[in-house]
């Protein structure tokens, strides 16, 4: 199956802070997608984007899928992005995805 | 649009026992998940519907577990003779049909714990 890798595996910033967060995955993928989970568990949808890019306010994210890659940007970090961040793809548009390990994000004020 | 809701939000059970969990998705999503995710882990897929099709399942899904959703919306995930193993959140995510945005929105999880 499909293998996904993040880096980094944590990751500690200061308030106002930019951050870039990878995903590597081993197979071409039709489907890919961010989530932030916040300290109660719920996992929130930030980006799908299994090519290309697409900004939403102080995040953005880049796929390029023909080296199996991609980067999520959070710029001017606060408090509240603090949480495990998690890329996940698939071979379909539906179907199931394949999460990788998540980065935990910890930003301090 | 009220989101993906999940019940019960905890669960804690004896070991041997049964459980079931309910997850309501968005009213227009046809498609639905069930997910697991243990401490320090990634959500791992468990099976999804299309309406009321079940089609796929992972091989984490033992034969204790069952999935239903019988007419199409709400889709129930039941544990027989529950393991210790067994505990972990239970997630549950909906998405709009095929040719649509294939984007996933979870509900907020089913906690099991199995003593």
């Known amino acids: 199956g499909i293998q996904v890798e993040q880096s980094p595996p944590d990751l500690i910033l200061q308030e106002g802070a930019n951050s870039t967060l990878r995903c590597n995955f081993s197979d071409s993928v039709n489907n890919l997608q961010w989530f932030h989970q916040n300290p109660w568990g719920q996992l929130i949808n930030l980006f799908y984007i299994p090519s290309g890019t697409k900004q939403n306010g102080r995040l953005s994210a880049t796929t390029v899928a023909t080296e199996r890659y991609s980067l999520l940007y959070i710029s001017s970090s606060q408090t509240t992005d603090s949480g495990v961040y998690f890329c996940a793809v698939g071979r379909n548009q539906g179907g199931k995805l394949i999460f990788g390990q998540g980065t935990e994000l910890s930003v301090k004020p | ?115």
């Not at chain 2, 019960?8 to 041997?16: A, E, L, N, S, Y």
């Not at chain 2, 999804?48 to 019988?70: G, H, I, M, T, V």
């Open chain 2, 1 to 115: 649009d009220t989101g993906v809701s999940q019940n019960p939000r905890h669960k804690i059970t004896k070991r041997g026992q049964n459980v079931t969990f309910r997850c309501d998705p968005i009213s227009e999503h046809n498609r639905l998940y069930w997910y697991r995710q243990t401490l320090g882990q990634g959500p791992e897929f468990l099976t999804y519907f299309q309406n009321e099709a079940q089609l796929e399942k992972s091989r984490l899904l033992s034969d204790r577990f069952s999935a239903e959703r019988p007419k199409g919306s709400f889709s129930t995930l039941e544990i027989q003779r529950t393991e210790q193993g067994d505990s972990a959140m239970y997630l549950c995510a909906s998405s709009p049909q095929p040719g649509k945005s294939g984007e996933l929105f979870f509900g907020e999880g089913s906690r099991l714990t199995v003593l």
